[in-house]
C-alpha cells in the first residue's frame, strides 16, 4: 500500500531533515509536485504534523461512525425493523469501504489532494443523508407503488457512497502519515488504526448520548457534517498546502466553504424543514410533536370536530375515530371473571385502563409503561386525558415508569386476576422480547388461580404467521389459548412493524389472543357494563374468524430465537 520504496526499519530516522521545506525540487509553479512516498513540506516538525494527522484520523473516525449509527436509527424509525435495517445498512457501508480504499490507490499520488476532497464530499453527503432521508419519505412515501420503497433505494444508495468514502480514507491517510515521517508499515498501520478506532468509539458514544438526545438526528448529522468539513479542510490546507498546487489549494478551499455554507444553511432550516416533513406525514393538523427518551409522540386532530389520532415513532397507535373498537375487544372478554386485580402491560395513553375501571368491582389497577412522557401526556394533555376520560385521576390507578420485561422479572409472585398485555406488534425488534417464552413464563407466574392473560397480537389477516406464532409461544410457556380478531373500520394500525405497510389496501383487523392456565372460555360478563362496539354474538364470530386462519406446527419465539 505504501511501496515504492522498502519499509525502514523499526526506529530508523528519516530520510530527510527535521524541518519542513526539505522535500524535492520544486516543480515550475514553485509548488513540488506529489508522488507516492515523497517527502511532505510540513510548516511544522515531523513529530508535531505525525500527531496532527492521528488527530485528525481521530475526529474523521468518530464523524464516520455517526453517519453509520445515524443511518441506522433513522431508517429504523422511517421503515421499521431495526435488525434488517442495521443488518443492511452495516454489510452494504463495510462492502463500500472495500471499494472504496481500492479506488483510493489511484489517488495516493495526489494524497492530500485526495483526501482533502474526499473529506468535502463525505461531509456533505453525511451530513445531509438524514434530511434526504426524512425528504423523500415524508413527500414520496405516500404515493404508494415504486415510491413507497423510495426510502429503502436511499438508504442503501447512502451507505454505498459513504462506505466508498470512508474507505477511501485509509490509504490517503496512510500515504500521508508516511511522507510525514516514514516508519515500518506494521508501525503506521496500528497507529492509524488506533487513532481510527478510538475516534469510532467517541463517536459511537456521543450519537447516543450526546447528539441524539440534544441535537436530534438531522441537526446531529448536519453539525457531524461540519465537523468534519472544517478538520478534513484544516489538516491538508494547513499541514500539507505545499504539497499541493496553487489551483488546488483554492479549489479545496472554494469547494469547503460551499460545503460549510450548504450545511450551515440547512441547520438553519432545521426546523422548518422538519415542521413541513411532519405536516407532509401527519397532516396539517399536528397539535403535538414531543421527543420522549424513548420516542417521539404526535398527537394529530381533536379539533374542529376531527377525531384525536396518536402516533408513536410513525406509526398510528390511536385512532380517534376507530380506537373504542380495539379497546373493548381487548378488555371486556379477559374482564369476564375475578377481576379486583389488574395488571396492563403498556397501555400508556390510558384507554386500556379506561375500559377496566368501567367495572366497578375493581380494586387496584397496576401499569407499566416504559415511557413516562406519553403517560404525562395522557394525563395532561385535553384531548388525550378527554378521550381516555381521565383514567389517570382514579385513585385506584397506579403507573410505574419500567420496561416491561425487567419489571416483570423483579417483581415476586403476585395474584393478579387480570394481565392486559397492550403492546406494540411483535415484529417490532423493541417488543419482540415481550412476545417471548420467557416473557409468557413470567406472566404465567402472575397469574392468580383463575387469572387470565389477553395478548394483542397483530394483524391476522395481513401477518397471520406472526399471529398464530405469538399463539405457539403462550402454549409453550403452559397457557391455554382463545383466539378471536375484530376488523378495523378504517386505516386502524398498520398490518406490521413496517411503516410502509400503511400505504398497502390489505384488510385491517386486530388478532388477540386470551389465554390461562386451563382453557378459556371467550365471553362477555353478563353483569358488568355493556360494551359500545362488541356484543357476545359477534365476538363468537371473530373467535371462528380467527380460527379458520390457523397455521398449525409453528415453533415458540424465545429470546435466543426470535421468530417474528
Known amino acids: ?18 524541518s519542513g521545506g526539505s522535500g524535492g525540487p520544486p516543480g515550475p509553479s514553485g509548488d513540488p509536485p506529489e508522488g507516492p512516498g515523497a517527502p511532505a513540506r510540513l510548516p511544522v516538525r515531523p513529530a508535531t504534523g505525525r500527531f496532527l494527522v492521528l488527530a485528525g484520523v481521530f475526529v474523521c473516525a468518530a464523524c464516520g461512525l455517526v453517519y453509520e449509527l445515524e443511518l441506522v436509527a433513522l431508517a429504523s424509525y422511517l421503515i421499521g425493523d431495526s435488525v434488517t435495517q442495521a443488518s443492511v445498512v452495516l454489510s452494504v457501508m463495510v462492502f463500500a469501504m472495500g ?64 462506505g466508498v468514502l470512508i474507505g477511501a480514507e485509509v490509504p490517503l491517510l496512510m500515504e500521508l502519515i508516511q511522507r510525514v515521517r516514514r516508519q515500518d508499515a506494521g508501525g503506521a498501520v496500528a497507529d492509524l488504526f488506533a487513532a481510527d478506532y478510538v475516534g469510532a468509539l467517541v463517536g459511537g458514544l456521543a450519537f447516543p448520548f450526546v447528539l441524539l438526545p440534544f441535537l436530534g438526528q438531522l441537526t446531529g448529522a448536519l453539525l457531524t457534517g461540519t465537523v468534519n468539513a472544517v478538520v478534513g479542510a484544516a489538516l491538508v490546507l494547513g499541514l500539507f498546502r505545499r504539497d499541493m498546487t496553487r489551483r488546488a489549494r483554492w479549489l479545496l478551499l472554494a469547494a469547503n466553504v460551499v460545503v460549510l455554507a450548504l450545511l450551515a444553511t440547512a441547520t438553519v432550516l432545521a426546523d422548518d424543514f422538519e415542521r413541513a416533513a ?71 395513553d390510558g384507554l386500556a385502563a379506561r375500559e377496566v375501571l368501567r367495572h ?52 415476586p409472585t403476585a395474584g393478579y386476576d387480570v394481565v392486559i398485555s397492550d403492546l406494540p406488534d411483535p415484529g417490532i425488534t423493541a417488543s419482540t422480547k415481550l412476545y417471548s417464552q420467557e416473557f409468557y413464563g413470567l406472566l404465567r407466574r402472575l397469574l392468580a388461580p383463575g387469572g387470565r392473560l389477553v395478548v394483542h397480537a397483530g394483524p391476522v389477516v ?93 415453533p415458540p419465539s424465545t429470546l435466543v430465537h426470535p421468530r417474528y
Open 278 to 348: 411532519r405536516h407532509a406525514v401527519y397532516g396539517q393538523d399536528v397539535r403535538v410533536a414531543v421527543q420522549t427518551d424513548v420516542q417521539e409522540v404526535v398527537l394529530t386532530g381533536d379539533t374542529d370536530g376531527r377525531p384525536l389520532d396518536l402516533f408513536l415513532d410513525g406509526r398510528l397507535r390511536v385512532s380517534g375515530s376507530d380506537e373504542r373498537r380495539y379497546h373493548e375487544a381487548l378488555v371486556h372478554p379477559v374482564m369476564s371473571g375475578p377481576h379486583a386485580r389488574v395488571l396492563i402491560l403498556g397501555g400508556g
Open 462 to 554: 395481513a401477518r397471520p404467521r406472526a399471529f398464530w406464532t405469538v399463539d405457539a409461544t403462550l402454549r409453550a410457556a403452559g397457557l391455554r389459548t382463545a383466539p378471536y380478531r375484530v376488523d378495523a373500520r378504517d386505516t386502524g394500525f398498520a398490518p406490521g412493524p413496517d411503516r410502509t405497510a400503511a400505504t398497502s389496501h390489505a384488510p385491517r383487523d386486530w388478532g388477540f389472543l386470551l389465554a390461562a392456565r386451563r382453557s378459556p372460555v371467550l365471553r362477555l360478563d353478563p353483569t358488568a357494563p355493556r360494551p359500545q362496539t362488541l356484543t357476545s354474538p359477534t365476538l363468537a364470530q371473530d373467535a371462528r374468524s380467527a380460527s379458520r386462519t390457523r397455521i398449525t406446527g409453528l
Open 99 to 162: 471499494l472504496g480504499s481500492l479506488a483510493a490507490k489511484r489517488l495516493r499520488r495526489f494524497a492530500a489532494a485526495g483526501f482533502g476532497a474526499v473529506e468535502a464530499v463525505l461531509a456533505l453527503v453525511g451530513g445531509s443523508s438524514a434530511m434526504m432521508l426524512y425528504a423523500v419519505f415524508a413527500w414520496t412515501g405516500g404515493w404508494g407503488g415504486l415510491w413507497a420503497d423510495g426510502p429503502r433505494f436511499l438508504l442503501v444508495a447512502f451507505s454505498l457512497a459513504i
Open 360 to 411: 366497578p368491582d375493581v380494586r387496584r389497577v397496576d401499569v407499566v409503561e416504559i415511557d413516562p412522557g406519553l403517560a404525562r401526556l395522557a394525563r395532561q394533555d385535553p384531548g388525550l386525558s378527554a378521550l381516555n376520560e381521565h383514567a389517570y385521576g382514579d385513585p385506584r390507578i397506579h403507573v410505574t415508569t419500567a420496561d416491561a420485561f425487567r419489571r416483570l422479572r423483579s417483581t
Open 1 to 18: 500500500m505504501i511501496e515504492p520504496h522498502a519499509p525502514a526499519l523499526p526506529g530508523s530516522p528519516p530520510s530527510w531533515g527535521d
